[in-house]
């Protein structure tokens, strides 16, 4: 597949996974009112980034979707992942773990129907989860030496990505999802007995009904 040069960035959005925790989480109650503070490690940040899709400075066109969506995916990441990983920021560059297509969409560029790419960048942030806020991640790209001609005057927009609303977290069928407007903990419903209490070492992924006879049984089960 060819590398591609010009794209606009329209939509640029993070999203951090927590999925990693401490022993001094323990204790009934599962995550309810954690805080970020209570996990030890933070092992995925995922950057949600939309962008015009170019080949060789030609605009592809919106008829090309049909010859194969698999290749238009691997030609758009492949261009991401070159500039990721000559970009300035070394911590930004080695953390770089995936990208993913998310969705296709038409454009109009100068009269003509063009693709716009959604794509979903995973990273692995170890103890710098700062690093890895939308502005920086942007910033390593564009100053990368890999081009992607990046429209100065195009207006950027910067959001959060909601992981409870878009139902992309690993929360228990029986908890609940509660984001705090960059991650999220989950925390068991009434009734339920957080796994954690078993030695599990997140908060409301897995949830066990409670019996008179103390019998738990895994929510996951029941559904």
């Known amino acids: 597949l060819q590398a591609m040069s010009g794209t606009i960035f329209d939509e640029f959005a993070v999203l951090v996974v927590v999925v ?9 109650g599962g995550g309810g009112g954690a805080s970020t503070a209570s996990f030890l490690h933070l092992v995925a940040v995922w950057i ?15 008829e090309q979707r049909n010859n194969s969506e698999a ?3 691997a030609a758009a990441c492949s261009q991401l992942t070159a500039a990721i990983l000559r970009g ?24 003509e129907e063009g ?15 700062k690093a890895f806020q939308e502005a920086e991640v942007r ?3 564009e100053s990368s030496p890999f081009n992607i001609d990046f429209d100065a005057d195009e207006t950027i927009s910067i959001n959060n ?14 908890a609940n999802c509660n984001w705090d407007g960059v991650t999220y903990t989950c925390e068991c419903n009434r009734f339920f007995t957080d796994g954690v209490v078993m030695g599990k070492l997140l908060p409301g992924r897995e949830c066990y009904r409670e019996f008179p006879s103390r019998l ?7 559904q």
């Open 115 to 129: 693709i716009r790419v959604t794509l979903l960048l995973k990273f692995d942030p170890g103890n710098n989860p």
């Open 20 to 28: 990693g925790g401490g022993d001094d989480d323990g204790g009934g």
């Open 88 to 111: 300035p920021n070394p911590i930004i560059a080695t953390a770089f773990v995936d990208c993913d297509l998310l969705d296709l969409e038409k454009i109009r560029v100068d009269n």
């Open 161 to 174: 990505f909601d992981v409870c609303k878009e139902n992309k977290h690993d929360c228990s069928p029986s």
């Open 139 to 141: 910033r390593h790209i």
């Open 48 to 62: 949600k980034l939309s962008m015009n899709l170019y080949v060789e400075g030609q605009l592809v066109m919106w």
């Open 216 to 222: 738990l049984i895994e929510s996951s089960t029941l």
């Open 71 to 73: 290749a238009i995916s």
